[in-house]
């Protein structure tokens, strides 16, 4: 076997002039994209590879040191002089004039300017969103090999009677290039590998390993280092392992995008809500994968749930140069969330309003989300607010702390400002923040395999049943065997889940065309106990239908295919036409969530008094797990929130955010109360991702009301919430 170590370009933009490598002994070898046999390019996006010419962010991958002993392949890494000529980067979406504009949507409904000229009131305020970590447990990485497999080949009765002794005839074989990789999208994985190696390559097989919690973050960037330890495998005919040391996988793996969100509301002499307006930029880095994806949902978040005839949304999405973004636990949705939500509670804040009660009187009452997309069920937001605020008590503590706000304000002279410093440091301060949220379980556009998805079950003579899919997932089918006990009766050790992922199972598509296919894209957003419990559900009723009419084995194919919705598509098509697959968010899975902090006014560190989310999963399978799941979500979103304060400084992450980076301790974890409302659907909905589009805005708006100050973005500092009250 050989190690694999990865040759990062020094400069944040610039072009590569050459690459200058020691004399390196027999089995080391420096590969770089001249000896790639296929295409430079990872999946459908314009990320290489290996760059060749022009070098887009610190750190980016130029070229592949290969040997049998990692200790020497570093040392010949640290004599390789990279030679290039720097530019001058780009690495905010706030420099608009030299930041390349990568994708537009532009959303109009009614008359929105028309809404605003003749509004009795108007309020606007920016928000902001950091980038955030995934911080899974283990650092990528992938191990590619090549077999040879015997294969069968079919012969006529005439050939077998001449043919010689069966000792003496050599067995044809197959040649193989396998890959191993916790990925969250092995299909990704495979179509990338073999654009890489060509049309003469092998066939290419993936076997997934276990993921761990991963919160989004092994969706597309495992295929990138599959890609490169199987050039080197396929190169040198040797297996490769190539595992990223956990600073290197900290630097420069994708992270959650950061985005800029203006959020703008008009009135009516009632106080009404008549018009809203929404400009939104976000930053993808170096390059966009799944770019158009995570712009929409940015726009669907900050659109959110409440009553407005007149939308008007403008977002824009920037190509810098620090390191490729990408999805955490909402694909953007979450972001917008924060924005619009934050937002609500300022209005609340400006009409002296308890903001529960404002959003009960403002949000949508149809089946639709805003801009008036049609959804299954109408989402019980009210029940939501009812229950959420009954969890925590949160009238009586609201109404308790404003009184409280109140009373400093009135106990600050304008002369006795030392007064008031002692008044201030003599209590901790306390404040209470709600807010709400929803997710899907699905895309808005087609994926590399068009769409649709499938699973196969096959009831064997000995009573077992095996799953066959190509969805990988930390949990090894713990809802698909629940449902195949209650159905067939089969008990879980007698249900085998098969992910291997190669052409005999999931043959390449020939085209990308939307349509049934097994291909499950990837595993995010609770598509694994929602879409596909769906299909392994249908599948199952199939196979009961039949088991006693015919003989076993029986296999049943389901599949799915996008669907398509003409006011989805108005909104939320492709450029070139491309219907959206809408079907994770017809019916969309919705929480309230209620944060209590009190703050230290000597070092404003807040401590979480509470946690309390109500949510609408519709049918819900193993509650306890996931109970789990929500209550590590929430952690993570307060992470997002204020604890993990990282940032790119001159297009990389410094040092000392990696020694430094604040992740809660077992001790420091707040308490999570979670409370399911009755079930509104016979169907599950996508749930896992909702803490982070609802915590973070409710946890803001506590820190505000505690503090007497409007909070706009997250990561919240010490230093912006230090400058006392105002």
């Not at 919690?213 to 490769?240: F, Q």
Request: hydrophobic share 35%.
């Amino acid at each position: 076997m050989l190690h694999a170590l990865t040759i990062r370009s020094p400069i944040a933009r610039g072009r590569l002039v050459s690459i200058e490598c020691p004399q390196l002994p027999e089995d080391y070898t420096l590969l770089t994209a001249e000896d790639i046999p296929g295409e430079n390019s990872l999946g459908d996006s314009d990320l290489p590879i290996l760059a060749s010419g022009e070098l887009s962010y610190k750190g980016e991958p130029i070229a592949l040191l290969l040997g049998p002993d990692k200790d020497t392949l570093e040392k010949y890494a640290c004599n390789c002089k990279i030679v290039a000529e720097e530019d001058t980067p780009v690495f905010s979406i706030g420099d608009e004039a030299n930041a390349e504009v990568v994708a537009t949507r532009d959303i109009c409904v009614g008359d929105p300017e028309g809404a605003f000229a003749s509004a009795a009131s108007t309020v606007k305020s920016d928000y902001e969103t950091g980038i955030q970590e995934h911080w899974y447990s283990e650092p990528c990485g992938a191990i590619a090999w090549i077999e040879l497999q015997e294969t069968q080949e079919e012969h006529t009765e005439q050939e077998e009677a001449e043919a010689p002794p069966p000792a003496s005839i050599p067995k044809p074989v197959d040649l193989r290039l396998i890959v191993s990789t916790a990925t969250q999208w092995p299909f990704h994985v495979r179509h990338s590998v073999a654009r890489v190696l060509g049309p003469e390559a092998p066939a290419v097989q993936v076997k997934p390993s276990i993921t761990g919690l991963h919160l989004d973050g092994k969706l597309w960037y495992p295929s990138l280092i599959s890609c490169h330890a199987a050039l080197g495998a396929w190169i040198t005919g040797r297996p490769v392992r190539l595992v990223l040391s956990k600073k290197d996988d900290f630097s420069f793996s994708p992270k959650r995008f950061g985005t800029s969100i203006s959020v703008s509301s008009a009135f009516d002499e009632k106080g009404d809500l008549i018009g809203t307006k929404v400009e939104a930029s976000i930053n993808l880095g170096a390059y966009g994968v799944g770019t158009m994806e995570m712009l929409d949902q940015v726009c669907l978040g900050s659109l959110g749930m409440y009553e407005a005839k007149n939308i008007c949304f403008k977002g824009k999405a920037f190509r810098t140069n620090i390191p490729p973004q990408g999805p955490f636990a909402g694909f953007g949705l979450a972001q917008g969330s924060f924005a619009l939500e934050r937002h609500v509670s300022l209005i609340a804040d400006g009409h002296r309003q308890d903001p529960s009660e404002w959003r009960k009187k403002n949000f949508l009452k149809a089946s639709t989300l805003s801009p008036g997309l049609p959804i299954k069920d109408a989402i019980p937001w009210e029940q939501l607010i009812d229950t959420a605020v009954k969890m925590s008590d949160y009238s009586r503590k609201w109404a308790s702390y404003e009184l409280l706000r109140q009373k400093r304000k009135e106990l600050m002279p304008q002369d006795d400002s030392h007064h008031a410093m002692r008044m201030e440091k003599s209590e901790n301060l306390r404040g209470i923040g709600i807010a709400m949220g929803y997710q899907g379980n699905g895309f808005l556009h087609p994926g590399m395999d068009g769409g649709g998805y499938g699973v196969e079950l096959i009831l064997e003579k000995d009573g077992s049943l095996e799953i066959k899919t190509g969805m990988a997932g930390t949990e090894h089918g713990t809802v698909w065997t629940d449902i195949a006990l209650e159905i067939l009766g089969v008990d879980a050790e007698n249900v085998r889940i098969n992910r291997a992922i190669d052409d005999e199972a999931f043959p390449v598509p020939k085209t990308m065309e939307p349509g049934p296919t097994l291909e499950p894209g990837p595993a995010v957003m609770s598509r694994k106990t929602t879409a596909f419990a769906e299909l392994v559900e249908q599948a199952c009723l199939a196979i009961r239908g039949q088991r006693f009419r015919d003989p076993l084995p029986i296999s049943v194919r389901e599949t799915a295919s996008p669907l398509e919705n003409p006011e989805w598509s108005r909104h939320f098509s492709l450029p070139n036409g491309e219907a959206p697959d809408c079907g994770g968010f017809l019916r969309p899975g919705s929480a309230a969530a209620v944060v209590e902090v009190e703050i230290d006014p000597v070092e404003y560190v807040p401590r979480i008094r509470g946690v309390w989310l109500a949510v609408d999963g519709g049918r819900i399978f193993r509650g306890n797990k996931v109970r789990r799941s929500l209550k590590l979500s929430a952690i993570h979103a307060l992470g997002w929130a204020y604890r993990e304060q990282l940032a790119y400084v001159s297009g990389r992450i410094p040092d000392g955010g990696f020694e430094n980076f604040d992740i809660a301790g077992a001790s420091e974890i707040p308490t999570v109360d979670i409370d399911f409302i009755p079930d509104t659907s016979e169907k599950p909905k996508g749930i896992g991702d909702l803490p982070f589009a609802c915590v973070p805005a409710a946890y803001l708006q506590a820190v505000s009301q505690a503090m007497d100050k409007h909070f706009h973005s997250i990561p919240l500092r010490v230093q912006d919430a230090g400058g006392g009250s105002q």
